[in-house]
């Protein structure tokens, strides 16, 4: 670190705080004190700082940033010192950035990016650097690293092992998280950049992920265990997911008990939705996508040995709200009074084929009312148990009388 870059330095703290610094009285001052008094750098920026802000009535301008900070205290609007090992490097997202990714200490870990303008030499995935003076901003509602031209990355030699910390799923927060959860729903995918969405849960709650298609990612397999450290923690709407295309995942052979968090939810089913009743699935291990009329998965492409399925998506209405809700097999069975194996029949041996089993499907539940128990992912429950409301008949007497009518 020269003169020069204090100097930047300084003004960009002076700057970023709505002052309109003079860059050369800046560095004549610190000139004068290392020059000519013989004050080491870092304690001539101290002094020059602490002087400019009283000079322009600001504060929050913190101290030098030469100060080795922990990641995970680390918060907007300072300026820090980290030394930590790259875990992740990403795609740029513009020509202006250089390089991101995300760096980790033993602490915790935070997202970078680079600026192509700071000319600073590029950080290598698995090495540890030194970053001094980078200014912490906010990205997503998460913590978020950024490494300018008064920035200062040096290499570090040490390859001290790097043990992430696990954060139960409840506990998540924007930014960069490590959990060890388990997948317990693939959902199929809707969008040709991405390679695998669905559920992960451990015994604090579940958590949507999502992988986008990368020549190094795999899926995840249903129902395993996973150690995922360094995943991308994003928040929309209020609800968090978890990127994996920044993380590591590593199966492990143990078992999670689930915490589900179940809401319950009471009405009347007032539209059956389009893909319900019979369906099919691609057979390819892992997979699991709902195919097209034609046997076609948006990833496999024909798959003429697919296998049957039933599920409804539809609209439960409780006369306040209405909510989406997607049901699986065993619930469907239920409601419907039908079993797999005679839906297959039915639709290999009749006209309309698998469009009776969405109208008998729909014919057996619409207009009839339930209460339902699930978790909610995106505004629609995903259906543990449903089972029909019995209405007392004197109740409902009574209400037929109020209203005029005569019972049926």
């Not at 030394?83 to 250089?98: D, H, W």
């Not at 317990?184 to 991405?194: H, K, L, P």
């Not at 849960?201 to 995922?228: A, C, H, M, Q, R």
């Not at 697919?306 to 409601?335: C, H, P, S, T, W």
Request: charged share 25%; proline share 5%.
């Amino acid at each position: 670190m020269n003169i020069s870059e204090v100097t930047e330095r300084i003004s960009r703290k002076l700057e970023a705080k709505g002052a309109q610094p003079d860059r050369q009285k800046i560095e004549s001052r610190l000139r004068r004190l290392v020059e000519e008094f013989g004050v080491n750098l870092a304690e001539a920026e101290r002094s020059v700082t602490a002087d400019l802000a009283r000079e322009y009535k600001v504060s929050g301008l913190g101290n030098t940033s030469t100060e080795l900070r922990p990641i995970s205290e680390i918060t907007p609007g300072e300026w820090v010192t980290i030394e930590g090992k790259v875990v992740a490097l990403t795609p740029p997202l513009s020509p202006s950035i250089a390089q991101s990714g995300i760096i980790a200490d033993s602490s915790g870990a935070i997202r970078f990016v680079t600026w192509t303008r700071s000319n600073v030499p590029p950080m290598e995935f698995g090495h540890w650097y030194r970053i001094e003076s980078a200014v912490v901003d906010v990205y997503r509602g998460a913590p978020n690293l950024k490494i300018h031209s008064g920035t200062t990355i040096s290499r570090l030699e040490e390859d001290a092992p790097l043990l992430p910390s696990i954060t139960p799923i409840a506990d998540l927060k924007p930014g960069v998280g490590s959990v060890r959860a388990k997948v317990i729903q693939d959902w199929e995918v809707t969008n040709d950049r991405m390679l695998q969405t669905g559920l992960l849960g451990d015994e604090s709650g579940i958590i949507k992920f999502v992988i986008w298609k990368d020549e190094d990612k795999e899926n995840l397999e249903p129902d395993t265990v996973y150690n995922i450290y360094y995943a991308t923690v994003d928040e929309y709407n209020g609800r968090l997911s978890l990127v994996l295309n920044t993380a590591m995942y590593i199966a492990d052979e143990g078992d999670i008990e689930v915490g589900r968090n179940e809401t319950e939810s009471r009405g009347a089913l007032v539209h059956v939705a389009q893909g319900s009743g019979l369906i099919k699935r691609c057979p390819v291990e892992g997979c699991n996508r709902t195919l097209s009329r034609q046997n076609y998965c948006p990833v496999h492409e024909i798959q003429p040995n697919f296998r049957y399925d039933l599920r409804i998506k539809a609209v439960l209405d409780d006369g306040n709200r209405a909510r989406n809700v997607l049901m699986q097999r065993e619930i469907v069975e239920k409601l419907a009074s039908i079993t797999l194996e005679e839906a297959i029949q039915i639709a290999e041996t009749n006209p309309l084929g698998m469009d009776e089993i969405f109208y008998r499907i729909g014919n057996a539940v619409l207009g009839r009312y339930y209460t339902c128990n699930g978790s909610e992912f995106g505004g629609r429950l995903l259906v543990n148990s449903c089972t029909p409301i019995r209405f007392d008949p004197g109740e409902l007497a009574a209400l037929l009388n109020r209203a005029g009518g005569e019972p049926a």
